[in-house]
C-alpha cells in the first residue's frame, strides 16, 4: 500500500489560517474519490497553483465547463463531470451556510463529531474525504 499524502506534500501549511485549509479541503476532496494518488495531486496542482482556484469564489465562479477542462490536464477524467460539479457545488455551499470559512464551520460543529457532519453535508464528501481532510485540519482544531 503506498503512503498517505499529507498537507505538506502540497507544500500546504494547514496551521497558517483560512486559505490553507481551504486549498486542503480541495486537495482532500480530490483525494477522496477511487483516483491514483498522482492524478488527484496533479489535479489540485492544476486547480490550486496553475489556475488560482484558491479560494470558495473563485472556484463557485470557475463554471463547470472550465473545471471539467483543467481536471482533463491533470487526467483526473474519470470523474470529471460529477467532480467538476461537486467542485463547484462545494465553493458554493461553503460561501453560502458558511461565509466561506472553513473555521466557521468548525465553530458551528463544536465537537469532532459535529465537525464531520457538517463536512459530510457537502455533496460529493464521503467518509474517505472527511477522513483525510480531518487527518491534518484535527492538528489545529481539536
Known sequence: MTAEIGAEDLGIDVTRGEAELFKWFV???????RIQRD???????????RNR???????????????V??????RYVRYDES???????LGDKLLTE????????????ETHDGVEKRLL???????????IFLREAARGWF
Not at 53 to 65: A, F, I, V, W
Open 69 to 74: 477542462q483543467l481536471l482533463g490536464q491533470a
Open 27 to 33: 486537495a482532500s476532496f480530490l483525494f477522496g474519490k
Open 121 to 131: 453535508a457537502f455533496e460529493g464528501v464521503g467518509p474517505k474525504t472527511v477522513e
Open 39 to 49: 492524478i488527484a495531486a496533479e489535479a489540485y496542482r492544476v486547480l490550486v497553483e
Open 53 to 67: 482556484l484558491d479560494t470558495p469564489h473563485k472556484l463557485r465562479d470557475c463554471g463547470q465547463r472550465r473545471l
Open 98 to 109: 458558511y461565509d466561506g470559512r472553513l473555521g466557521r464551520l468548525r465553530e458551528l460543529g
Open 83 to 89: 467532480t467538476a460539479a461537486r467542485l463547484l457545488k
